[in-house]
């Protein structure tokens, strides 16, 4: 089956400061890696998401890259803010099977003001 | 639009006492799941119903059930609470290759 690496599992940086989060998968069949944000005491929610016929996605502040080839994609935010501070998760699903997805452990931001 | 609706929010338990965690969605998926979260392991499938009428096992089903009544209802059944499952359980819907919706969560702490 699938298995995701996300690294680090904690991430801490200054406000205004860039993130990057990291994580590989193994299995080439996956195609769709969403990644979540769950802020404390919350349920995780959608903040991007990428499908392996693309190689980047931006969204105001954070982008998310894809590199099929080596298979790891990375979460990227720039101009860090207080509220950025949460649990960020990635995952990996392919689009047949039982579309279940296959989670990364989670990465702990914590920004500095 | 609810989404996906979970009760109860908080539920305290006694070693041995049974419960079960109601979750609803409204967004015609197919697809539903059971999760726990503890500190430090990420998200943990319990149980998976990738249909109406089907239900799987997941990471960690042991001590648990599930029934999937509807397409838009899936329950999770704790027979006989355990401290090890003191967990928050979040419940998930999703579309084929779509991200997940979640739930609001449950608390459990069985003492």
């Known amino acids: 089956g699938e298995n995701v690496e996300q690294h680090p599992s904690t991430l801490s940086v200054q406000e205004g400061d860039s993130a990057v989060i990291k994580c590989t998968y193994s299995?080439?069949?996956?195609?769709?890696f969403p990644w979540y944000k769950q802020e404390l005491g919350k349920r995780p929610q959608l903040i991007i998401d990428?499908?392996?016929?693309?190689g980047e996605k931006k969204d105001q502040r954070i982008a998310v890259t894809l590199n099929k080839t080596a298979k790891h994609f990375s979460l990227h935010i720039t101009e860090t803010q207080p509220e950025d501070s949460a649990v960020y998760f990635c995952a990996a699903t392919a689009s047949g099977g039982s579309y279940i997805p296959t989670f990364g452990r989670g990465t702990s931001l914590i920004v500095h003001p | 639009n609810a989404g996906v609706t979970q009760t109860p929010k908080f539920q305290v338990l006694k070693t041995g006492q049974s419960m079960t965690l109601q979750c609803a969605q409204d967004?015609?998926?197919?697809?539903m799941y059971w999760y726990r979260q503890d500190p430090g392991m990420g998200l943990r499938l319990i149980y998976y119903s990738a249909s109406e009428g089907t239900t799987d096992k997941g990471e960690v089903p042991n001590g648990y059930n599930v029934s999937r009544l509807n397409k838009r209802e899936f329950s999770l059944r704790l027979e006989s609470a355990a401290p090890s499952q003191t967990s928050v359980y979040f419940c998930?819907?999703?579309?084929?290759?779509?991200?997940?919706?979640f739930g609001s969560g449950t608390r459990l702490t069985v003492v």
């Open positions: 990428i499908r392996s016929n693309v």
């Open positions: 299995d080439s069949a996956s195609n769709y």
């Open positions: 998930a819907s999703t579309a084929p290759g779509q991200a997940y919706t």
């Open positions: 967004m015609n998926h197919n697809s």
